[in-house]
Structure formats: C-alpha cells, structure tokens
C-alpha cells in the first residue's frame, strides 16, 4: 500500500528564517512520482513540483528547494527566507507509475509571521 | 481561461437532502477526480474517472454517486446527505487518462459544505 506521512501538522516561524516541511513516503513500486501543492487561505491548491523516482537531483526554484533521497524515502521541502505569502498549508503527495490515484498526505499548515 | 470550474461554492443542506456538486473543465482532459478535504486527513479520493463513461470508486466513496457523461463535466452526487459529509470538496482534472507518467492535477476552487 502507498503511504504519505507529513508529521508536522503546524509550523509557525518568523518571516525571513528559513522552514523546512517533512514529507516520508511508503510504496513498493520501483517506479514512482513524488509532488508539493499548495493551498494559500484562498483554498485553490497549485501544484508546486513533480519528481520522478529514478531523479534523486535537488531541485532549486528561487526560494524553494526540494531534497529527494531514496535511501530514507523522504522528499522534504524548504523555503528560504521565508515571507508572508508562504503562509498556507502544503501537501506532498505520491503516484504510482500505473496508479489512477494520488496519495495526499494529511499537509502542514506554515505560518509566516511579520 | 476558465481551467476547472466548480459550483456552488457554499451550500448548506439539511440532513437527508440531496444534491448535486457541479465540476466542468475546459482543458480536454481526460482524468477527473473528486476529493474532499477534512482537518487532518488531507485529501481523500472519492470517485474518479478515466474518461467519458468509466468511472470508479476512491478511498471513500460512500454515499457519493457520479457520472460521466461528457469529457468535461463531472458532476458528483449526494443522495441523502449526513453530518459526516460536512467537508470541503475539490473537483481535479488530469491530462493522462491514468497518472502513472506523474501529471499532475488541475484543481477547482472548491465547494464548502455544511450538513445540518
């Protein structure tokens, strides 16, 4: 069965510190897809980044930054300098390669304060 | 520009009234899904489809019914609501018609509801 664990349920922090949110995942296949999405206070989720199991690269996008590792089945998110409008809850999820089903994990609601 | 659309936003209903959430996408996609939301259990999958015509079951699917009539809309259905269906409700669509090459989903805005 595939499994996604977000044990932080609330983080708050100080804008400008940087926050790094858990993600750990259980599945058997060999071939799988690992995602973020958002939720900003306006409920709309948007979907951050997708990484496929056979790319263990850290991935960098501005502010944000993704560290996939196999070897303890984690795909963690951390923002850098953290601001405001990161305030929203996160949810990693998981596909299989022949899933019609995405795993959401039960996300972690970020809270920047000024 | 419209990407998917769900309505009502709100919608309050008595227990044993039923109703029909509405979900349309003009994306041509041909994987829809509905999950609903609930303070800390994430998302969960109710009914999905693969295209017009197929539809099948999520993780909680009961008292939950949907058709598929049209690639674009997918419409879920409660028959006789009950508190427990309180929940928030997010309609998502898909370019594969499975998801195993890790497309991800397009999301509505959501259906806030109440059941009294």
């Known amino acids: 069965a595939q499994k996604v664990t977000q044990a932080q349920t609330e983080i708050s922090v100080v804008e400008k510190e940087d926050v790094t949110l858990d993600c750990v995942y259980e599945t058997r296949d060999t071939t799988y897809y690992l995602f973020w999405y958002k939720q900003p206070p306006s409920g709309e989720l948007v979907f951050l980044i997708r990484?496929?199991?056979?790319?263990?690269q850290n991935e960098i996008s501005g502010r944000y930054s993704w560290n996939f590792q196999k070897s303890t089945s984690s795909f963690n998110f951390t923002i850098t300098a953290s601001q405001v409008v990161d305030s929203a809850v996160y949810f990693c999820?998981?596909?299989?390669?022949?899933?019609?089903?995405?795993?959401f994990g039960s996300g972690t609601r970020l809270s920047i304060r000024p | 520009n419209a990407g998917v659309t769900q309505t009502p936003k709100f919608q309050v209903l008595k227990t044993g009234q039923s109703m029909t959430l509405q979900c349309a996408q003009d994306?041509?996609?041909?994987?829809m899904s509905w999950y609903r939301q609930d303070p800390g259990m994430g998302l969960r999958l109710i009914h999905y489809s693969v295209g017009a015509g197929i539809t099948d079951q999520g993780e909680v699917p009961n008292g939950y019914n949907v058709s598929r009539s049209t690639t674009e809309d997918f419409p879920l259905r409660l028959l006789s609501a009950a508190p427990s269906q309180t929940s928030v409700y997010f309609c998502?669509?898909?370019?594969?018609?499975?998801?195993?090459?890790?497309?991800?989903?397009?999301f509505g805005s959501g259906t806030q509801l109440s059941v009294l």
């Open positions: 990484r496929n199991s056979f790319d263990e």
């Open positions: 994306m041509n996609h041909e994987y």
């Open positions: 998502a669509s898909s370019t594969g018609r499975v998801l195993g090459m890790g497309e991800k989903l397009f």
């Open positions: 999820a998981l596909t299989g390669s022949s899933a019609s089903k995405i795993i």
